[in-house]
C-alpha cells in the first residue's frame, strides 16, 4: 500500500531565516505531488504541483519555492521566511489524471515568529 | 467552476446516522463530488467520491440527487472519532493546477 510522508511535524522559525519541508511517498512510482497551505479555520490553497521529476508549476506569487529531486521527493523551501508564512502545510499525492483522487499527508504546522 | 455550499457546523448523537448536506448547483456533467474529512491538526483523509449514482463503501454512503445539485454523506453510525471537518468538493478543473478547492466545510461533533 502506499504511504505519504512528512517531516518535521511542526516548525517555529525566526522571520528572515530558511525551510525546507520535505515529503516522500512510498509505494508508488511517478505520482504527481502537490503542496498545499491551510491557513487557521480556513480551506487548502494550492501552492505548487509536480508531474515528474524536475517539474514544478507554482499556483500563486509567494515567498515559497518547491523542489521535485527524485521520483517519490517534493521539497518545499524559502530562503527567507515572513510572518504571513505560518500555516499548515500539507502534501499530497495521487496517479494519473489530475482529478483522481488525492491523498494527503499528516502536514507539517509552521510557526513564523 | 462549481462551488459548493455547507452548513458551518452539526451535531450527532453517538451510534446514531449523520447526514451532512452539501449544494453544488452549478456543477457541470463530467465534474464528481469528493468528500473528505479532516481532524484537527491532521492532513484531510479521502472518505468517498462518485458522479451520478450513489455510492457506499467501509466508511460511509454518499447520495447524490437525480438532477445532481446537492448531496448528503452519510456516516452510518457515527462514533467519537467522527468528529471532525468534513469537506465536499467538486472537481473544478482538468488540469492539475485547479484540484480540489476545499471551501469552509462542516465542522461536526459527535456528542456522547
Known amino acids: 500500500s502506499q504511504t505519504i510522508h512528512q517531516w518535521p511535524a511542526t516548525l517555529v522559525q525566526p522571520v528572515g531565516s530558511p525551510l525546507s519541508l520535505e515529503c516522500t511517498v512510498e509505494?508508488?512510482?511517478?505520482?504527481?505531488l502537490y503542496w498545499y497551505r491551510q491557513a487557521a479555520g480556513r480551506g487548502l490553497q494550492l501552492l505548487f504541483y509536480?508531474?515528474?521529476?524536475?517539474?514544478i508549476s507554482s499556483e500563486v506569487p509567494q515567498n515559497l519555492s518547491a523542489s521535485r529531486p527524485q521520483d517519490r521527493q517534493f521539497i518545499l523551501s524559502s530562503k527567507k521566511l515572513l510572518l504571513s508564512d505560518s500555516g499548515f502545510y500539507l502534501c499530497?499525492?495521487?496517479?494519473?489524471?489530475?482529478?483522481?483522487?488525492?491523498?494527503f499527508g499528516p502536514g507539517t504546522r509552521l510557526l513564523v515568529l | 467552476d462549481a462551488k459548493t455550499t455547507q452548513p458551518p457546523s452539526m451535531d450527532c448523537a453517538e451510534g446514531r446516522a449523520a447526514n451532512l448536506p452539501c449544494n453544488h448547483s452549478?456543477?457541470?456533467?463530467?465534474?464528481?463530488v469528493y468528500w473528505y474529512r479532516q481532524i484537527h491538526s491532521q492532513g484531510p483523509q479521502y472518505i468517498i467520491h462518485?458522479?451520478?449514482n450513489n455510492e457506499t463503501n467501509e466508511m460511509a454512503s454518499l447520495i447524490i440527487t437525480e438532477d445532481r445539485k446537492s448531496s448528503t454523506l452519510i456516516l452510518p453510525h457515527a462514533t467519537l472519532r467522527d468528529t471532525a471537518v468534513y469537506y465536499c468538493?467538486?472537481?473544478?478543473?482538468?488540469?492539475?493546477?485547479?484540484?480540489?478547492?476545499f471551501g469552509p466545510g462542516t465542522r461536526l461533533s459527535v456528542l456522547p
Open positions: 499530497a499525492w495521487n496517479k494519473g489524471e489530475p482529478q483522481e483522487t488525492q491523498y
Open positions: 509536480s508531474v515528474g521529476i524536475g517539474q
Open positions: 452549478t456543477i457541470s456533467g463530467n465534474e464528481y
Open positions: 462518485g458522479l451520478k
Open positions: 468538493i467538486v472537481r473544478v478543473g482538468n488540469n492539475y493546477g485547479q484540484n480540489f478547492v
Open positions: 509505494g508508488t512510482s511517478n505520482p504527481n
